[in-house]
């Protein structure tokens, strides 16, 4: 025979069980949203520093690469000389993203030292050239800085009244 001294029906007592078990079921699926959620965090967080790392970096190895192959190609460039070229232009990018840092909030610094950059950079590999090769590599210099003005002026900072800019002042936009 069953001993009926508690005041609580069985009714009670399952209904007391069933909202339990649905609370301990929801705070579970609490858990393991958060820990979803955390995770998918992590990984964005993760994902938002290295993008801008890898912003800066400009021009990695396989530009270099693609760019002394069209070089190899369009100059006809021995093996030595290929070789020498691709030193210069790893050279050139080491020296570049060195100096990165120093022109930071100063817009004309920066341009200033790319256009001096650049052009140390041309001439080094000019003096590895031969007379043909050199005519060629104008040719191809001219062409380069046809389409990076041309790119300039379709995001709207193509040369401006002045300096470069459409404010006159060299900074673009």
């Given at each position: 025979?069953?001993?009926?001294?508690?005041?609580?029906?069985?009714?009670?007592?399952?209904?007391?069980?069933?909202?339990?078990?649905?609370?301990?079921?929801?705070?579970?699926?609490?858990?393991?949203?958060?820990?979803?959620?955390?995770?998918?965090?992590?990984?964005?967080?993760?994902?938002?520093?290295?993008?801008?790392?890898?912003?800066?970096?400009?021009?990695?190895?396989?530009?270099?690469?693609?760019?002394?192959?069209?070089?190899?190609?369009?100059?006809?460039l021995t093996d030595k000389q290929a070789e020498q070229?691709?030193?210069?232009?790893?050279?050139?990018?080491?020296?570049?993203?060195?100096?990165r840092g120093k022109h930071k909030g100063d817009p004309?610094?920066?341009?200033?030292?790319?256009?001096?950059?650049?052009?140390?950079?041309?001439?080094?590999?000019?003096?590895?050239?031969?007379?043909?090769?050199?005519?060629?590599?104008?040719?191809?210099?001219?062409?380069?800085?046809?389409?990076?003005?041309?790119?300039?002026?379709?995001?709207?900072?193509?040369?401006?009244?002045?300096?470069?800019?459409?404010?006159?002042?060299?900074?673009?936009?």
């Open positions: 025979m069953r001993n009926f001294v508690s005041n609580e029906t069985d009714y009670e007592k399952g209904e007391r069980l069933f909202e339990s078990q649905k609370i301990r079921k929801k705070e579970k699926a609490l858990t393991h949203n958060h820990i979803r959620l955390l995770a998918i965090t992590a990984i964005g967080i993760m994902l938002l520093a290295v993008a801008p790392a890898g912003a800066q970096m400009g021009p990695g190895p396989e530009q270099t690469d693609k760019r002394l192959a069209m070089l190899k190609e369009k100059l006809k070229i691709k030193g210069i232009m790893e050279e050139s990018r080491n020296q570049a993203l060195a100096e004309d610094s920066a341009l200033k030292f790319r256009e001096e950059h650049r052009k140390a950079t041309d001439e080094k590999i000019m003096a590895v050239l031969n007379g043909d090769q050199k005519k060629e590599y104008a040719k191809i210099k001219d062409e380069m800085r046809r389409n990076r003005q041309d790119m300039k002026e379709r995001r709207g900072r193509g040369d401006g009244p002045e300096k470069g800019g459409p404010r006159g002042d060299g900074r673009g936009r």
